[in-house]
């Protein structure tokens, strides 16, 4: 395959003006340029490439007196030996090649090349906010895709990582890599997301990794994350040891990891930052939390409403104050206000948001409960569950529990006890009946693994011999 794409420099600069218009805009450079004593044409795209290094590229390429070579072709590769330089071999990918923002030449006779000299607009590797350690690593992904490459190739020095990039959509053209170890993924698991990459004939994905998510995982409108994010390496690496496939996708911070369950987006990297027995116990702090969260207020409206299933020792639970507004409106506005106040923080500038912060939960809540329309107990205990939810690591998690308490809240209000039992019962039946891709969603619980189970349950010692997941089905288990 030849990589002479046109005839001779007039047809590629009509071929380019007629692409991206001829001045209409600002950010495309097509100029011709000598390479030595050859004239050429060269395009690319202004705020995508390093101005500096093609300036001082183009600066050592001064006419030579002595120049002798008669084929312009080697004459090219010769004198224009930059080590990120390849050759087009087709219209298409030459012209995307400087929508990535690759430097295109074009010789006289029509020969093409490309020269990597990327280098996008974005900031610099930093700790992400909702994944904080006290110990450890302080560097996190960014918007580009190379960068974030090299911060888990930084963590496994192995020639078996592979990152294989996929162009997704018809008109974005998004940059997707699926990251992976050879020797260990799953190749069935590999095989169905390269097709359904391939079945994505979508204009553009607008919104990233979320976007790519519902595309692959046909998510619909089940409320909860089918795959775990997160935008630190060290989590990466370390699913990619144990099986996982990551898959990255150009423009967004955030790396997604499949197959996930439950239990994975309950886990965070503090728990792995300190002694095996703090580990666990935080692991069972935050277990314990998200359940509560869940169940809290459904629970205490049952005893509220219900004196007499309480023991005498525990009638301080029930509700002391009397309102003009029902109890389970008062919990239903409560637990809403509390989502509003978190709506409106994300929405308020930072110089703003401590003093929304004090009006809306002090002196509005203060004032609620003084003209009567919320008791002591529903602001004390709605609070509480929004802290609960707080501690999951995952927060598109934390939102689906909030829905399901509201859920298992309405239910509780209509129906007593027996709604209480009959939401929980429905929505352990959902979970149980997730499978993104193939995966029980609540392994190793149901389908119960005692053993993986207790790895769940409890951080081991690193020293420990622990076999790669099952879930994984990866094709070495053994990791030691």
């Known amino acids: ?181 050879k020797d260990i993924a799953n190749d069935e698991i590999l095989d169905k997301l390269r097709r359904r990459l391939e079945q994505i004939h979508h204009d553009g994905l607008t919104m990233a990794d979320k976007s790519l998510e519902e595309w692959l995982f046909k998510q619909k409108f089940h409320p909860v994350p089918f795959v775990r994010y997160t935008e630190r390496p060290d989590i990466v690496a370390a699913h990619l040891l144990e099986g996982h496939i990551a898959i990255m996708v150009d423009t967004s911070p955030s790396v997604m990891i499949v197959p996930a369950t439950i239990f994975h987006l309950l886990q965070h990297a503090e728990e792995y930052r300190q002694a095996p027995a703090v580990g666990t116990f935080v692991r069972f702090m935050r277990y314990f939390g998200a359940l509560s969260g869940l169940l809290l207020l459904p629970l205490w409206y049952v005893f509220a409403t219900n004196p007499d299933l309480l023991p005498e020792k525990l009638a301080f639970l029930g509700a002391e104050e009397k309102s003009h507004v029902p109890l389970l409106l008062q919990l239903v506005i409560g637990d809403m206000g509390i989502e509003f106040l978190r709506m409106a923080a994300i929405h308020t500038p930072s110089p703003l948001s401590t003093a929304m912060g004090l009006v809306a939960g002090v002196i509005i809540g203060q004032i609620a409960i003084d003209v009567g329309l919320f008791s002591s107990e529903v602001v004390l205990y709605t609070a509480v569950a929004a802290i609960l939810t707080f501690i ?89």
């Open 392 to 480: 999951i690591p995952s927060y598109e998690l934390s939102i689906s529990i909030k829905l399901f308490r509201l859920l298992l809240l309405l239910m509780t209000g209509l129906w007593g006890v027996n709604g209480l039992f009959i939401g929980i019962f429905i929505l352990f039946t959902y979970l149980c009946s997730l499978r993104p891709m193939q995966a029980p969603y609540l392994w190793p619980l149901v389908p119960f693994f005692p053993k993986a189970m207790l790895r769940v349950l409890v951080r081991f010692p690193m020293t420990a011999d622990a076999l790669r997941p099952y879930v994984t089905a990866s094709k070495q288990r053994r990791r030691s």
């Open 1 to 181: 395959m030849t990589n002479q794409l046109f005839h001779n420099l007039e047809e590629a600069e009509i071929f380019m003006k007629e692409q991206f218009g001829d001045g209409e805009s600002f950010d495309v450079s097509i100029k011709h340029v000598f390479i030595k004593d050859l004239p050429v044409l060269c395009t690319y795209i202004s705020g995508l490439v390093d101005s500096a290094i093609l300036a001082q590229l183009l600066s050592s390429m001064l006419p030579d007196e002595d120049v002798s070579i008669e084929d312009e072709k080697e004459y090219f590769e010769v004198y224009f030996n930059f080590q990120g330089r390849s050759e087009g071999t087709e219209r298409k990918a030459f012209l995307l090649a400087i929508l990535s923002g690759q430097v295109t030449f074009v010789t006289k006779n029509g020969y093409c090349y490309v020269a990597e000299i990327r280098d996008y607009p974005g900031r610099s590797p930093e700790e992400p906010d909702n994944e904080k350690v006290i110990r450890g690593s302080r560097d996190g992904f960014v918007e580009g895709i190379t960068q974030n490459t090299a911060l888990v190739r930084r963590r496994i020095r192995n020639s078996n990582l592979r990152f294989e990039l996929h162009k997704v959509s018809k008109i974005g053209q998004t940059d997707v890599a699926l990251a992976f170890m």
